[in-house]
């Protein structure tokens, strides 16, 4: 069992930043992937940034590349998304997500994440 809590959405003007925040409890030492991923009505959820918390590596998709950065703490018990230089159409609902299955590491930005946390807003102004 895992359970998700995200938190650190807010509304700010564009160029500003945020920093979102997921906090894991549960069967946290088996997590094989996880990621953040943004749904806007009417739209696609996308995955935005993942992370293999065996070795670190880290996947952006080319929209946040350079602005948006994935880190999890030495505990792996919480993720983390810096978002910087924050434009309009970052403006979204931002879920994290879990996985315990290896084979989230083939796709992670694209894989069927089973555990997800309840989503955070983050509103950008013009």
């Known amino acids: 069992r895992l359970d998700l809590v995200e938190s650190g959405g807010g509304s700010v003007q564009a160029g500003g930043s945020l920093r979102l925040s997921c906090a894991a409890s549960?069967?946290?030492?088996?997590?094989?992937?996880a990621g953040w991923f943004r749904q806007t009505p009417g739209k696609e959820r996308e995955g935005v940034a993942a992370?293999?918390?065996?070795?670190?590596?880290?996947y952006y998709a080319d929209s946040v590349k350079g602005r948006f950065t994935i880190s999890q703490d030495n505990a792996k018990t919480t993720l983390y998304i810096q978002v910087d230089s924050l434009k309009p159409e970052d403006t979204a609902m931002y879920y994290c997500?879990?996985?315990?299955?290896?084979?989230?590491?083939?796709?992670?930005?694209?894989?069927?994440?089973?555990?997800w946390g309840q989503g955070t807003q983050v509103t950008v102004s013009s």
């Open positions: 997500a879990a996985s315990f299955d290896l084979s989230c590491l083939a796709a992670p930005l694209h894989y069927e994440y089973k555990n």
């Open positions: 549960g069967y946290t030492y088996l997590i094989a992937c």
């Open positions: 992370i293999s918390t065996g070795d670190g590596s880290t």
